[in-house]
């Protein structure tokens, strides 16, 4: 039986440019579920993530991902990353990105055939990275995370700027991907986004205020958003 | 459910693959980028061509500057390209991405020194078929080994421009390394002034200058025959030899630049 936990964190802390981006936050991350990093900008969701991909000098804490230390060079496979700004090529075409990722990963076409659906980007195969919307650059982005199916996926604001269609469509995807096993760590900094996760994590400044069911969190306060839970714990906390 | 990702190269230093499918991303950029493209192929010859007309009437000036600049502009060219594209690869989050998956510094490096060194043979190779069959550029050493100092030249030049880009945050400051870097080594390179005529400080500096042994081939090639290995003297090899030490020592120095993990 596989370990139902797949990454886990523990007392991490993270200096970025001289603030306490991540400030002593410990939480783990099981597999079959969509876990929301959710909080206001600036409060260390992107430091967090990019310490879980190994892309983050951290000042101390373990973090583990798959039984291996983050960063591990066994994990470059089945790690997928999206960052939180999209990180493709402007000067190249969605399929020549995706097909180029999918080479240094080792896949061949039929993969990057199924990604570009995945995000529903099939129209605009041939366009120019540069020459999509700000939306469609990051389903590109997230296409890329996709390749070879990992089985760990950390998503950084993956749902930013789109329409709530697509928005929809993408959560869906996001709980079939959890339905087979993987799971997901994604980020976001609108509250009502969180009623999609499986699990919540609501941090602020660096700190975790919470962890738990996006039911149980309103049960235990009371509140009857998450906005409005997130606000009065931040009322309890200071 | 199916994890279909590969391992194929775990924990190996350099992929074959890897590196490849970045020189073809490279080639890629580039057929997208066609005044790029196109002032990569062509400048070279149209500058060239400019110093030949300068010198029209002034006798053996051609002869003796146009070497020297077959190994200049490659090296300059392909320094201001590697600088800026690394910087964006840093910048855009696209490092970092490829960093994160199996790609090794090594396959990031030699992917980039591959492509840009194809693109520095096509180039020199048009500069200097116009020069020997258009221009008239007198050689006396064989043709070909002028193309293969200027790809020297050209990897050397991807080299120190990967290697300032670490050092930048911005285009305009990469930018800024140009005269920094290249134009001191323009002025002490020997096509001023010959070198054993400067300071002797200024000498001493120059020796230590890569683009200084470019130069020095360059001319030889162009200036002796020999019956030697290549038709060329042995010192166009020792000094094509330093400049492949330079551009190896540039890469080690970029590939320690190139961190998995960033603040």
Known sequence: MMNSVAVEVDDLHVLRFGVRAVDGVTFSVPRGQVTGLLGPSGCGKTSLMRSVVGAQIVR?????????????PALRHRVGYVTQAPSVYDDLTVEENLRFFARVLGLDGAEVDRCVAA??????????????????????????????????LVLDEPTVGLDPVLRRDLWDLFHR???DGAALLVSSHVMDEAERCDR?????????????????????????????AFLSLVEVTS | MSHVRPHTSGGRAM????????????????????????MLLVVPSVILTLLWW??????????????????LIPFIVMFLVTSVTTLRERSSGTLERLLVMPTGKLDFLGGYALAFGVVAAVQSAIAVLLCVWVLGLEVAGPVWMLTVVAVADAVLGSALGLLVSAFARTEFQ?????????????????????????????????????LSYAVDAMSTVSTTTSDAFGGV???????????????????????????????
């Open chain 2, 15 to 38: 992929s074959l693959r890897i590196t490849g499918a970045i020189a073809g991303r490279v080639f890629a950029q580039l057929r997208h980028d066609h005044r790029t493209a196109a």
């Open chain 1, 119 to 152: 995000v529903d980007l099939g129209d605009h195969r041939g366009r120019l990275a540069s020459r999509l919307s700000g939306g469609q650059r990051s389903r590109v982005s997230l296409a890329v995370a996709l390749l070879g199916n990992p089985d760990i």
């Open chain 2, 233 to 263: 003297d042995t010192s166009v090899w020792s000094d094509l030899g330093v400049v492949a030490a330079f551009t190896v020592a540039a890469l080690a120095l970029g590939a320690a630049t190139l961190r998995r993990r960033t603040a």
């Open chain 1, 177 to 179: 991907l959890a339905g």
């Open chain 2, 54 to 71: 300068m010198f029209e009437d002034q006798g053996p000036g051609f002869d003796s500057l146009g070497p020297p600049l077959l190994a």
């Open chain 1, 60 to 72: 101390s804490g373990t973090i583990t991902v798959a039984g291996l230390p983050a960063g591990d």
């Open chain 2, 174 to 210: 990469a930018v800024q390394f140009m005269p920094l870097i290249v134009i001191p080594q323009i002025l002490l390179c020997g096509l001023f002034i010959e070198r054993e005529l400067m300071p002797p400080v200024l000498e001493a500096i120059s020796d230590l200058l890569p």
């Open chain 1, 200 to 228: 919540l994590l609501l941090m602020r400044e660096g700190r975790l205020l919470a962890d738990d069911t996006p039911d149980g969190l309103l049960e235990r306060t009371g509140a009857r958003s998450i906005e409005q």
